[in-house]
């Protein structure tokens, strides 16, 4: 029975380590093909899906996994990778709000209604979700500032809030793949590979993020 368990951890931990692998590779890799097909600079739109996939696709996505137990950072203390987490965190919410502030204002000159469609409609919440998370993370930092709940139901708070946040960025970053704009500048398998990477990534944050608090919870028990 101890060697069964032994190598379903040592299983459990390569795919973990796999697959991490994998969804920053899948991130990096998404960001480097959108500065590709969007050529920011070119026009006033193309600025919009180069911020957010930016945004969201590549540091948000290695702001959270930041607490993985096989992160390059690993040897961090938890303090220090959490003030890490908070740069690239505020990294994203910054190029969110500018790339927001972008497709509000090519609408504008356009004369195009606003958050008309799936798309934009999500990742408007996306967005605003994503401000008020960050505020709640400010409270992690600096716990002083709010003494309602006790730090450990914040960090949970935190962590559950954070978890619904990333689902609504790769929904949002799915439905911008299904845009007019995506679909005439991608097709084929190429599309298809597109959509695998904030699948993936979702999937990871999914798993790493439960994993954490399953696992303080039975340690705790």
């Not at 927001?100 to 408007?124: C, D, M, R």
């Not at 005439?184 to 979702?202: D, E, H, K, Q, R």
Request: hydrophobic content about 50%; overall charge positive.
């Amino acid at each position: 029975m101890g060697q069964s368990a032994d190598s379903d951890t040592r299983v459990h931990r390569t795919l973990r380590v796999i697959s991490g692998a994998f969804a920053h590779l899948a991130a990096l890799a998404f960001t480097i093909f959108m500065i590709y097909v969007s050529k920011p600079g070119t026009t006033l739109f193309s600025w919009h899906p180069f911020l957010m996939t930016l945004a969201f696709s590549f540091f948000m996505t290695e702001a959270i996994m930041v607490f993985s137990p096989d992160s390059l950072l690993g040897s961090l203390s938890r303090k220090s990778r959490a003030r890490v987490h908070w740069a690239l965190q505020l990294l994203a919410l910054l190029c969110a709000l500018l790339g927001l502030g972008i497709i509000y204002a090519n609408k504008v000159l356009q004369e195009k209604p606003h958050f008309s469609t799936w798309h934009g409609f999500v990742g408007l919440v996306t967005v605003l979700w994503t401000v008020v998370q960050n505020l709640g993370g400010v409270t992690l930092l600096y716990p002083k500032l709010l003494q309602r709940w006790t730090l450990a139901t914040r960090k949970l708070y935190h962590a559950t809030s954070g978890l619904l946040g990333y689902l609504l960025v790769s929904g949002s970053l799915m439905l911008g793949m299904c845009s007019l704009w995506f679909t005439a500048n991608v097709t084929g398998i190429t599309w298809y590979l597109c959509v695998l990477s904030p699948a993936l990534t979702g999937l990871v944050v999914m798993n790493q993020v439960s994993n954490a608090y399953l696992y303080r919870k039975r340690s705790q028990s």
